[in-house]
C-alpha cells in the first residue's frame, strides 16, 4: 500500500497553521520583537520539530508503547512552560532593548518542541499511519522531516509576521495591554488543553 498524498498533505496543513503553543507563542513573538528579531525562534521550533520528527521516524514503535505511560508526564511540564512563557508575555512593557531576550530565543523555541506532547503525537501519527508503507526507508523518511519542519517554519512564520504587522499599533498603552492579555489567556487556554484538564473535564 502507498502514501495517500492528498490526505497526508491535508493532515500536516491543518494541524501545522491551526492554532497551538507554536503558533500562538511565535504571533506572540512577532507582536512583541517583530518579525525580524523573531526568527531566533522561529529556528528554534523548526529545530527542535525537526529533532523530535526523527526521533519519532526511528523510534516510532518503541514510543507508542511508551507514550501511554509518559505522555501525561509531558503534557503537565510543556504546559508549565507554556505558562512561563505567558507570564513573561503579560509582563511585557513593549520595550525590548535587552538583547539577552532575543539570543535565548532559539533555545526557548527548540526548548518547546521537547516538552510539547503533540509534536511527538503528531509525528508518531504522521509515520505510524500515512508513512507506514516506508517505515524502513529512513533517506525517506528523513526528507519527510525535513518537509515537516519546513512547514512547521512556514507556519509559525505566517503567525509570526501577522503578529509583527500590528506592532505599530502597540504604541498606544490601552490597545498594547489587551492585546497581552488576550495573548496570555490564548496561551494559558492552550497549556490547560495541553495538561489534558479539559479533556479530563469533558
Known amino acids: 500500500m502507498g502514501i495517500e498524498i492528498i490526505p497526508l498533505i491535508s493532515f ?13 507563542s511565535s504571533a506572540s513573538m512577532g507582536i512583541l520583537y517583530g518579525y525580524k528579531k523573531t526568527m531566533q525562534y522561529i529556528l528554534g521550533i523548526s529545530s527542535g520539530f525537526f ?4 526521533l519519532c521516524a ?7 508503547a511508551v ?10 511540564i510543556g ?17 525590548f532593548q535587552d538583547t539577552n531576550g532575543a539570543s535565548k530565543a ?13 509534536v511527538a503525537v503528531y509525528g508518531l501519527t504522521l509515520y505510524s ?51 497581552n492579555i488576550i495573548l496570555f489567556l490564548l496561551l494559558v487556554y492552550t497549556a490547560v488543553d495541553l495538561s489534558g484538564l479539559l479533556s479530563n473535564v469533558n
Open 51 to 54: 529533532m523530535v520528527m526523527m
Open 129 to 179: 499511519t500515512f508513512l507506514s508503507s516506508i517505515s524502513g526507508q529512513m533517506q525517506t523518511l528523513t526528507l519527510y522531516a525535513i518537509g515537516f519542519a519546513l512547514t512547521a517554519f512556514a507556519a509559525t512564520s505566517t503567525w509570526a509576521l501577522s503578529g509583527a504587522i500590528i506592532k505599530n499599533k502597540l504604541k498606544n498603552e490601552p490597545f498594547r495591554k489587551s492585546i
Open 106 to 118: 532559539f533555545t526557548k523555541g527548540f526548548i518547546l518542541q521537547l516538552f510539547n506532547p503533540k
Open 58 to 64: 526511528y523510534l516510532s514503535s518503541t514510543l507508542l
Open 67 to 76: 507514550i501511554p505511560f509518559s505522555e501525561t508526564y509531558l503534557r503537565w
Open 12 to 24: 500536516v496543513i491543518i494541524t501545522t497553521f491551526t492554532p497551538g503553543p507554536n503558533n500562538i
Open 79 to 95: 504546559a508549565v512552560y507554556i505558562i512561563w512563557l505567558a507570564i513573561g508575555i503579560l509582563k511585557s512593557d513593549n520595550s
